[in-house]
């Protein structure tokens, strides 16, 4: 049984969300943040992609929950007030309530034995804060099984030959191949992993921040290789999208520390 009303649903949804990400890069207060009780940082980005996908998945098939990273929970303090204000002015015609109501659609706890959607509306926090690379990526899972996976990449360049701009969102089904569509165009192609057959031929992908992966390790790795390109580093899940088309061969990821 394929997926093709939640892949069309689904494909439009997060495309519009990078492609407003996109559109308000410039946009100051959109990357404001705070703070979680982890001590982790989430941004009103963060809430208004929650909430858009939330309400678009929830319309669209209210039998399928949703787990998603973020709650509204920090929002309601006075520490949040500042967010809750513009959160309201980027969603007009939303009342705080129906926020709230939309970003608490994403609290399913998941399980092994039923159909949920999964989402994390800004992976690369850090990266969307400097204005590097980020990703939406929602996954649509089935009886503990990945089915469907959409990936919005805003600030993705296209590949070297591709003419293609900046901006694009991936997406696979299981067993039906992956694809990458632009966000200016509506023609999505195939994509393939890289052809190389010799390691030293390879370009490593690599984690944006030296706190996040041993470049130490992956460098020796590197040198054992006989691999003299420069690694690629990013931030986020835009290191898958970057495999699957090709960019790069290997996404190599150690601890930098022991603990």
């Known amino acids: 049984m394929g997926f093709e009303l939640e892949k069309k649903v689904a494909l439009e949804i997060v495309k519009k969300a990078s492609r407003i990400c996109r559109e308000w ?11 979680k009780t982890d001590g982790s940082p989430v941004t009103l980005g963060d809430f208004f992609v929650q909430t858009l996908i939330n309400k678009r998945l929830t319309d669209a098939f209210p039998e399928i929950p949703i787990a998603a990273e973020e709650s509204s929970t920090c929002l309601k303090g006075n520490s949040g007030e500042k967010i809750r204000r513009n959160l309201e002015k980027f969603l007009p015609g939303k009342s705080t309530e129906e926020i709230f109501w939309a970003i608490d659609k994403g609290n399913h706890t998941g399980g092994d034995g039923e159909k949920f959607w999964t989402l994390d509306p800004i992976d690369g926090t850090r990266g969307f804060l400097e204005k590097r690379q980020y990703a939406i990526a929602l996954a649509l899972i089935e009886k503990g099984e990945v089915v469907l ?11 070297d030959d591709a003419g293609e701009g900046k901006g694009f969102v991936f997406f696979a089904e299981k067993g039906k191949g992956a694809y990458c569509l632009g966000l200016l165009g509506r023609q999505h192609r195939r994509i393939h992993v890289s052809g190389i057959r010799e390691a030293s031929n390879a370009v490593m992908c690599e984690s944006a921040e030296a706190t996040d992966s041993s470049y130490e390790v992956s460098g020796k790795i590197a040198r054992l290789l006989n691999m003299n390109a420069k690694p690629l580093r990013m931030d986020s899940q ?5 495999l699957a088309r ?3 061969s290997i996404y190599f990821r150690t601890p930098p520390r022991k603990d």
Do not use: M, S
Not at 25 to 35: A, H, I, M, N, V
Not at 149 to 159: F, R
């Open 25 to 35: 890069d410039g946009k100051p207060e959109f990357r404001e943040k705070l703070y």
């Open 149 to 159: 996976g959409i990936l919005g990449c805003p600030e993705l360049e296209a590949a």
């Open 246 to 248: 090709g960019d790069a």
């Open 238 to 242: 835009c290191k898958y999208a970057v």
